[in-house]
């Protein structure tokens, strides 16, 4: 097999998974040589993120330009993910570096610079003091230490401490109840973001999303450079999930600040309606923090460790998201390796199929939806081997990834942008070729490509599914039906 890619040719056969949700590794000082990347895509590593809240651009370009290396190496596209570090609220300095807090003292907040001490503490954010009204809660320390407000002004909080703790300099603070007039985008995130459209990155996650408006502000940065995926780790977005699932591209479920902000046991109650409602958005979800914590230092991970991440497949996610695991831990090669083997264990589930089928929702009432649905029932039908997707945008492609079909998806777009991001859908085998300018074009091309990818064998049918004219988002109008033969893949174009 022969693909193009804008700097020249793949000349290695695309690798090809044997599972469908796909797994995002996170690179770090622990992984960051060309050898240790590879290693992590030969474990099962599909996506890799860049952690902005940690390391310099001159970081994050190299191992930017490594993954680019290494999709020819691999012949298979790579996304590349950039996580924005977003606002962090803090406490500031104490005069002794920490004090000690008892539950039922009265202590103070002060918008000052100044040095704090066992009954009040600076903090340097006006627009918490501006947001915290009497019986609110904050949380300091990552919920360790709660305070209850019961007075408040706009340069002074008065509380009384609920559970305590010692509490020392620069620790977070966070403000479940409230909704803080603050952008989600900090001057640093800004220049970030600049770096990263430089740089060509395939997705931004935005932290700190609090409300739609955060993902308009972000969009109209980043202008259809690359897919937004928002953060969901503040209750307020919970509020307004259904109108930020609408506007993003992709929605993360951020169970470190989420479960900070709100009981242990709503977490995995809001895990499953996120989920739900990006699945019944075709919008692709992604489960992160926490999923296999212990192999930071463990080579096994724990059984409870197993389930979490068996859990989100079974609830749906098109992605399960590795962090410290792979970015500082000892055993980064392993983790990847138990994520790649824990999900292809619950693919093959017979209770997954179950599930997966009574989840799927009807189709919305548009061409697209009723030709995407069409090609899974045909291809159940038929026992195809494969449905095929040729979209110039994408979009053809993540509604039939959207109907959870029992068959692979082969992606197949002429832009290579496109590609890279649509390796982040549940089920779909992206790849980049050459566009087409007929419809017999696109119909032999995309028999020659599955064959030729292992996706079918002489005598098997695909379903071919394509919007005609090319290039229009939605589009998505045409299914076919085609036998594979050796008259079709001997039909000798390069793709």
């Known amino acids: 097999m022969m693909a193009f890619c804008k700097q ?26 060309e050898e240790e990347i590879a290693e992590l895509v030969e474990a099962g590593a599909d996506i890799f993120r860049l952690n902005f809240s940690h390391g310099t651009h001159e970081d994050h370009k190299s191992r930017c330009d490594i993954i680019r290396g290494l999709e020819k190496r691999f012949g298979r596209p ?4 950039m996580d924005l570090q977003g606002p962090k609220l803090r406490v500031g300095k104490f005069e002794n570096g920490s004090i000690m807090l008892e539950a039922g003292q009265p202590f103070r907040l002060e918008l000052t610079d100044a040095l704090g001490n066992e009954t009040v503490a600076p903090m340097p954010h006006p627009e918490i003091f501006a947001a915290l009204r009497p019986e609110m809660d904050l949380l300091l320390d990552d919920g360790k230490i709660r305070l209850r407000v019961e007075k408040s002004g706009k340069d002074f909080i008065e509380t009384i401490v609920v559970i305590g703790g010692k509490l020392s300099n620069n620790k977070g603070v966070n403000v479940p109840s409230a909704i803080l007039e603050l952008s989600a985008m900090t001057k ?4 970030d973001l600049k770096f990263g459209m430089e740089m060509g990155v395939d997705w931004v ?7 739609p408006a955060d993902v308009e502000e972000i969009r109209a940065i980043v202008k259809g450079r690359a897919g937004i995926m928002a953060k969901l780790e503040k209750p307020s977005a919970i509020d307004h999930l259904y109108g930020i699932v609408e506007l993003a591209d992709a929605v993360m ?27 019944l958005a075709g919008k692709p979800v992604v489960v992160a923090t926490q999923m296999l914590e212990s192999m930071i230092t463990s080579a096994v991970p724990t059984r409870a460790e197993a389930s979490d991440v068996a859990t989100a497949i079974y609830d749906g996610a098109d992605a399960v998201m590795l962090s410290a695991e792979t970015a500082v831990g000892e055993y980064p090669i392993e983790s990847v390796t138990i994520m790649d083997r824990i999900i292809n264990r619950v693919e093959r589930d017979s209770l997954y199929t179950k599930i997966t089928e009574a989840a799927r929702s009807l189709p919305e009432a548009t061409a697209a939806d009723a030709i995407s649905a069409s090609a899974r029932q045909s291809a159940d039908t038929i026992s195809a081997q494969a449905i095929v997707s040729f979209s110039s945008t994408g979009s053809t492609t993540l509604r039939i990834s959207r109907e959870r079909p029992s068959v692979p998806i082969l992606g197949l777009t002429p832009n290579l942008d496109v590609a890279r991001r649509l390796v982040l859908a549940w089920g779909v085998h992206s ?15 995309s028999v020659r490509i599955a064959q030729r990818e292992d996706f079918a064998l002489d005598g098997d049918d695909i379903v071919i599914v394509a919007g005609i004219p090319f290039g229009i988002a939605g589009g998505t109008n045409i299914m076919h039906i085609a036998k594979v033969g050796p008259d079709t893949s001997a039909q000798g174009k390069d793709e």
């Not at 790579?78 to 993910?81: F, S």
């Not at 479920?253 to 699945?279: F, M, S, T, W, Y």
């Not at 790849?431 to 091309?445: A, H, L, N, Q």
């Open 8 to 33: 020249g040719q793949y000349v290695a056969t695309m690798m090809k998974r044997t599972r469908n949700a796909k797994i995002i590794a996170t690179l770090g000082p622990g992984r960051s040589s």
């Open 78 to 81: 790579i996304g590349v993910l």
């Open 188 to 191: 640093k995130d800004h220049a």
């Open 205 to 211: 996650a935005l932290s700190f999303v609090q409300r």
């Open 253 to 279: 479920v951020a169970r470190g600040d989420l479960g900070v902000e709100l009981p242990p046991e709503d977490v995995p109650v809001l895990q499953k309606r996120i989920v739900n409602a990006c699945r």
């Open 431 to 445: 790849y980049r070729t050459r566009d087409v300018s007929s419809f017999t074009e696109m119909m032999g091309k």
